[in-house]
């Protein structure tokens, strides 16, 4: 039998949509949680262009929230393949999550080195985020945070027009 993990989620994995239908995870449990001392950017290069997806870096004083997710050992790995964890995309590091009763829970999360600078998230990425973060309760203030940064040009959308 598989024994459980907490898993902190801060970016599109927060969406039931992808968490659940797109990764195919079935969590025993979710709960809004804070990381403290790491800031959310987007410098992970996707695509082509300048899209970048969800990251997280050491900040001192800074916060993320996300979604924490209770789940198999057994599902914390298929979850890893689907993070391209195996191809070195993210690596797993162990983090302390904060609940909303103040508590510590010890959890893992995904984090990037490689990174590139000057990278935005989309339009629909961002949308994803925000659906996440209101599904499960995310404060508004973090809503209107997530729908503050500047977004990516969508490279189909400002080609010219051919007649």
Do not use: W
């Not at 300048?50 to 790995?77: F, H, M, P, Q």
């Not at 009763?101 to 990425?125: C, D, M």
Request: include cysteine.
């Amino acid at each position: 039998m598989s024994g459980l993990i907490r898993y902190f989620s801060y970016g599109s994995n927060m969406h039931r949509g992808i968490f659940e239908d797109r990764r195919g995870m079935r969590p025993i449990r979710a709960q809004p949680a804070v990381l403290a001392n790491y800031r959310l950017c987007f410098n992970l290069p996707v695509g082509r262009g300048e899209r970048g997806v969800a990251n997280l870096e050491s900040y001192e004083g800074a916060r993320v929230r996300g979604v924490l997710y209770l789940i198999t050992t057994e599902r914390a790995e298929h979850l890893d393949r689907t993070e391209g964890v195996p191809s070195g995309v993210y690596r797993r590091i162990a983090v302390n999550a904060i609940v909303d009763s103040g508590e510590e829970i010890e959890a893992f999360t995904y984090q990037s080195a490689k990174i590139s600078l000057g990278l935005k998230p989309s339009p629909r990425y961002i949308a994803l985020l925000v659906e996440g973060a209101v599904q499960h309760g995310l404060p508004p203030d973090y809503i209107h945070y997530l729908r503050s940064f500047e977004l990516a040009v969508d490279e189909r959308l400002s080609e010219p027009q051919r007649s």
